[in-house]
């Protein structure tokens, strides 16, 4: 019998999969606002309450409560098993499953090699855009007032997707079968009649893998419309989470790379290429991955990411630390670049120089610097508590470092900013890591998850923004709470810091099997505000009510264990200190004081 289906291949198929695409091809959806409809599937109904969402990929009836996944559609529609339904799916996007110990399932989809082509082809008709359309100029003009200049332009193959409905339709889709395959490369869109250009009226930035082959394109607007930014969905060939813009030119010009700066946008990374700056790459639209991380050190040892100086970029450089720490091995180095207000790469480069840029990497600030900083920053380094508090928020981080020397020097570095032993920090480092809260029971969570509380409002807004996560500065501050659903909402936390991408669907996916899936799925499909300001300060207070009850945990057990020691005689001037400020945070003593 094959082998188990790795989790990590059932996330990136969710995360691939278009939840209504799939549906639709089932059961015809309506588009109803910013959701689709459709009559239930699973129950009968004159009136359509079965909605899909494109944002959280998850489907709802609010008829018979039936929900769930693109997975668990294929099951319940189809009556699948599970691995029947993976493999149901990754055929139909063209993936091969694998199995834990080597083996494959399931036959491989269609051949990527025309998906190559008809993407290398659309890259040239842009390109050929750019050179000969009657509104070529809008996009040259735009390129130019950017400071770049031909030769650049045609080193990073830019191109032009002239407005219009069917340009690209017209130049390559000429049979059904050229229509379906430019549709399998995301370069047309089919969902209605008739068919059109995904691209149209911008300048056209293809993206290429480490070969050079055209994989997908990123599209910069001319008009207003938006997107601004319009990137290529995920395909066959095409994966934001693991391709890295400009990495191909990077490594062509540069050669054996020492340094490469991580930026966050297309026109960052063609601007310092344009100043003479060659090792950049950019991201695509998305925060850095694993995959990303793995791929930045495989260019070169010494990686900078550079991000805006304010509070959303320190927010970005803080995730981008924890992904960087797990792959810290001996001879990587990872430094933060921070911009001044208002600046970014592209506008820093083209008013201050190649110069100005060199010199703010040279003074970027290290990986390990920006970690004890944003901790430290964080506590009273004068009281015990304080102390104590940035070990328990450092232990975590620093348990994520590989063995070696970094990892050796950063718990000397938290020894030596504590007053602890060097070996006793080194032993709660290595040591077992605190154990992961432990699972409550079916019934407290669903006591938990039925009532308006803080830790409700904050899941439920944590499942259906899964982004929100990222505003959590301190993970380790939801820990030891004895409030109902609160090892569920820290457990929810860091599987999304841990996975920045994951969306609604892959959430849910990961608790199929788990008492908690239920309550979450129903969460998924309550009302809820889009992203924005409101949402992300009533999430901030939700949080700040749980770890509010977390330190006052925390300071009561502090309290009690010093208590003790004063009635025993034992207590040292220091600890009576400490105890005197505990009782004036807390404003009371033990009750068995």
């Known amino acids: 019998m094959a082998g188990r289906i790795p989790q990590s291949f059932i996330d990136e198929l969710v995360s691939r999969a278009d939840i209504v695409e799939v549906i639709d091809s089932h059961v015809p959806l309506k588009k109803a606002g910013r959701e689709y409809k459709a009559c239930c599937p699973f129950h009968d109904e004159k009136t359509p309450s079965f909605t899909v969402s494109t944002e959280k990929q998850f489907y709802h009836c609010f008829g018979c409560g039936a929900h769930g996944t693109v997975i668990g559609f294929l099951m319940n529609y189809r009556q699948l098993e599970f691995v029947e339904a993976v493999e149901s799916l990754a055929q139909r996007l063209g993936l ?40 070529k100029s809008r996009a040259v003009d735009y390129l130019k007032s950017r400071g770049l200049s031909g030769e650049i332009a045609a080193e990073f193959m830019l191109g032009f997707a002239p407005p219009g409905w069917d340009n690209l339709i017209e130049a390559l889709g000429g049979t059904a079968e050229e229509l379906k395959l430019l549709a399998r490369a995301g370069l047309v869109i089919q969902r ?107 260019l070169a040892p010494d990686v900078v990411y550079c991000f805006d100086g304010d509070d959303a970029g320190r927010r970005a450089a803080w995730r981008a630390l924890e992904i960087t720490l797990p792959r810290l091995r001996d001879g990587r180095q990872a430094f933060f670049m921070f911009l001044p207000e208002g600046e970014d790469p592209d506008t820093l480069v083209r008013s201050s120089g190649r110069k100005a ?151 849910l996916e990961r608790y199929r099997d788990n008492e908690a899936g239920v309550h979450l799925g129903k969460l998924a499909a309550e009302e809820l505000s889009p992203l924005g300001d409101g949402i992300r300060i009533e999430f901030d207070d939700a949080i700040r009510a749980v770890a509010r009850r977390a330190e006052e945990t925390r300071l009561e057990a502090r309290r009690d264990a010093l208590q003790a020691l004063i009635k025993a005689g034992e207590a040292s001037e220091e600890q009576k200190q400490s105890y005197r400020e505990i009782i004036a945070r807390l404003g009371r003593p033990s009750e068995s004081a």
């Not at 834990?100 to 290398?120: D, H, K, N, R, S």
């Not at 990892?407 to 709660?428: E, F, H, V, Y």
Request: glycine share 8%.
């Open 357 to 507: 840029f060199e010199e703010m990497s040279q003074s970027a600030v290290s990986l390990g610097t920006f970690l004890f900083d944003r901790l430290s920053a964080r506590v009273d380094l004068n009281t015990i508590d304080g102390r104590s508090r940035l070990i328990e928020m450092a232990r975590p981080l620093l348990g994520k470092i590989p063995e070696g020397a970094f990892r050796k020097l950063a718990q000397k570095k938290l020894a030596d900013m504590t007053g602890m032993d060097p070996d006793d920090s080194a032993i709660l480092i290595k040591g077992p890591q605190a154990p992961r809260p432990k699972r409550q029971s079916a019934a407290t969570v669903r006591a938990a998850l039925s009532s308006q509380t803080p830790v409700r409002r904050a899941i439920k807004m944590l499942i259906q923004h899964p982004e929100l996560a990222s505003d959590v500065s301190d993970a380790s501050a939801l820990k030891d709470i004895d409030l109902p659903g609160a090892p569920l909402l820290l457990e929810l936390v860091e599987l999304l810091r841990e996975n920045p991408d994951f969306g609604t669907a892959e959430v």
């Open 192 to 298: 209605s009649d008739p068919s059109y250009d995904r691209f149209r009226d911008r300048v056209m930035f293809p993206i290429v893998d480490r070969r050079g082959r055209t994989i997908g394109f990123g599209g910069r607007v001319l008009a207003d419309d938006t997107p601004k930014y319009l990137n290529s969905p995920e395909g066959p060939v095409f994966h934001k989470g693991r391709e890295l813009y400009g990495a191909h030119q990077a490594m062509r010009s540069a050669g054996n790379l020492e340094r490469i700066h991580v930026v966050e946008g297309y026109m960052d990374a063609v601007a310092l290429a344009q100043a003479g700056i060659r090792n950049v790459v950019a991201t695509l639209g998305t925060a850095a991955t694993p995959d990303h991380v793995e791929r930045l050190f495989r």
């Open 96 to 135: 091969e499953v694998p199995r834990e110990g080597g083996e494959a399932a399931a036959p491989a989809g269609p051949p990527t090699e025309p998906l190559y082509e008809v993407l290398e082809r659309a890259s040239r008709f842009f390109q050929r855009q750019l050179r000969v359309h009657p509104e």
